[in-house]
């Protein structure tokens, strides 16, 4: 459970007493009650089983593929996975390789529907690329979508974190996108119902195999 969901609770049930006792009406005592259960639902951290497979790049997050696109990043052939996350996907996202992160940035933006393709460079977003032993680097983006207003990242530069280590989250509907070098061989599809920290996304081998 992320403290969030606990704190959003907390403060409803105490709307709830409040109600209860100023009205003494049951049913608007209700309300708050069920949102107190949705928010406890919705910050949910469950755990996950970590492929081991080498070379293996996982979802950073629960939901569904989008998109599977080739795009150039500094002339150098990039392939762009996109997964949607709506408001029933758990938002606890993770790191999808295992290296130490070179570099973290954040973007205001505007918060456009996260199934907009406009929205991977328009809307709000924390940037993190991750640099593997190998030295091979994978973008990961954490995007607001038109419901989500904060996104949490933890993580800070120079720091090292593992595959599917928990990284932050991004509350309500949103999107993430992983940007991977050309050579990864990639597993999944749009329509793919994906879960972050288990679903291998594709497999990156190691410069030397290439």
């Not at 940035?105 to 199934?115: D, I, V």
Request: include cysteine; charged fraction near 15%.
């Amino acid at each position: 459970m992320v403290r969030d969901g606990i704190y959003y609770a907390l403060a409803l049930i105490a709307a709830a007493v409040l109600v209860g006792n100023w009205t003494g009406s049951v049913w608007l005592v209700v309300v708050p009650l069920l949102l107190a259960a949705f928010f406890l639902w919705f910050f949910r951290d469950p755990e996950r089983a970590i492929p081991a497979t080498e070379g293996a790049i996982v979802s950073p997050a629960d939901g569904k593929v989008t998109g599977v696109t080739a795009i150039q990043v500094d002339g150098e052939a990039r392939t762009s996975i996109s997964i949607f996350l709506s408001v029933f996907n758990v938002h606890v996202n993770r790191s999808p390789v295992a290296g130490m992160i070179t570099a973290v940035e954040y973007r205001r933006g505007k918060y456009l529907n996260a199934m907009n393709p406009a929205s991977a460079e328009l809307n709000e977003q924390s940037i993190c690329t991750v640099r593997m032993l190998d030295g091979q680097s994978v973008v990961f983006k954490q995007i607001a979508g038109l419901l989500a207003r904060r996104i949490v990242f933890t993580p800070h530069k120079g720091d090292h974190v593992l595959r599917g280590e928990r990284i932050g989250l991004i509350k309500f509907g949103s999107r993430c996108d992983v940007i991977l070098p050309g050579s990864a061989e990639i597993l999944v599809q749009p329509g793919q119902v994906v879960k972050g920290g288990s679903s291998t996304l594709a497999i990156l081998r190691s410069q030397g195999e290439q």
